[in-house]
């Protein structure tokens, strides 16, 4: 996953991200995230009460995955998606591994 920081607002930030293939399982303790598909289509794979839901997001589809929820972003094949979360949120959230981005591009 690529992001690229498009902006901010009172402490979010609005990230343009491609996303290809799986992500990891991960979880935002203290943030919320809200996924917008620009183009392609992502399965959300959401963790809650011992059991995985798969949310498929098309374009112009999109999804708010609350704080603390287990989540993994799947695409198959390029989706290009744009994330709104605060500018504290690490893209993989509790697990910290060569897929973290600390410092995110800005455009």
């Known amino acids: 996953m690529k992001s690229l920081v498009n902006g901010s607002l009172e402490g979010y930030q609005i990230k343009i991200a491609k996303f290809k293939d799986e992500f990891i399982w991960h979880t935002h303790e203290k943030e919320d995230e809200f996924f917008l598909v620009i183009s392609g289509r992502v399965d959300l794979h959401v963790k809650q009460n011992g059991k995985v839901e798969v949310f498929t997001l098309n374009d112009g589809e999109g999804l708010v995955v609350p704080q603390g929820i287990e989540h993994m972003p799947v695409s198959k094949g390029i989706s290009n998606v744009l994330l709104f979360e605060p500018a504290t949120t690490l ?8 897929m973290t981005v600390e410092e995110i591009e800005k455009i």
């Open 91 to 98: 893209n993989t959230g509790n697990v910290i591994n060569e």
